[in-house]
């Protein structure tokens, strides 16, 4: 199984500024996806984030607003921009065993936006 | 589109008793399904991965079955412990390894 390493753990932010997130997998993997979880609600899929490319994002969120790269098969970095209080959610990194089709999350970043 | 609900919401049980929580998808042509539990404020830890091919998987006190005709999952702990509260997802996609993820199962175990 995958470990997955996020940072920050959690942080408070001031509305209008942003905030990079950084994930890294302890081993090379194919697919790492990005999710967000609102207050008291599942996770939803934010983008794939593809390595060597653009992200590819799933419906409601772009990429000025979410901007992720990927430059090899063990990290990725997304970006929350211009924060507004309706972005305060749990972020998720999330990396593929594609070999078993397992999926494993890191701790989250928790993101309070005042 | 897949949708992923989870019955009951919320569960509070003594220490000890066997449970079972359920998981439905509307779309049967699944290629996993995959359990995880996630305590308050953290990440998801997984729990059990079954393949479309199989139709139960056990791991200590949790089994998980699936089937795919009925579009239904079950986790069925057994002799649930204080250490068991947390909430338990479930998540599957249809090929495209996009994980579809349940509503949850909030679930709370008395000492």
Known sequence: SAVISQKPSRDICQRGTSLTIQC????????????????????????????GSEATYESGFVIDKFPISRPNLTFSTLTVSNMSPEDSSIYLCSALDVSA???FFGEGSRLTVL | KQEVTQIPAALSVPEGENLVLNCSFTD???????WFR?????????LLLIQSSQREQTSGRLNASLD????RSTLYIAASQPGDSATYLCASHSGTYKYI???????????
């Open chain 1, 101 to 103: 089709g397992e999926l």
């Open chain 2, 101 to 111: 993820f349940g509503t949850g199962t909030r679930l709370k175990v008395l000492a």
């Open chain 1, 24 to 51: 890294q997998v302890d081993s090379q993997v194919t697919m790492m996806f990005w999710y967000r979880q609102q207050p008291g609600q599942s996770l939803t899929l934010i983008a794939t984030a593809n390595q």
């Open chain 2, 38 to 46: 996630q305590d308050p404020g953290k990440g998801l830890t997984s």
């Open chain 2, 28 to 34: 049967s042509a699944i290629y996993n399904l995959q």
């Open chain 2, 68 to 71: 795919k005709s009925s579009g």
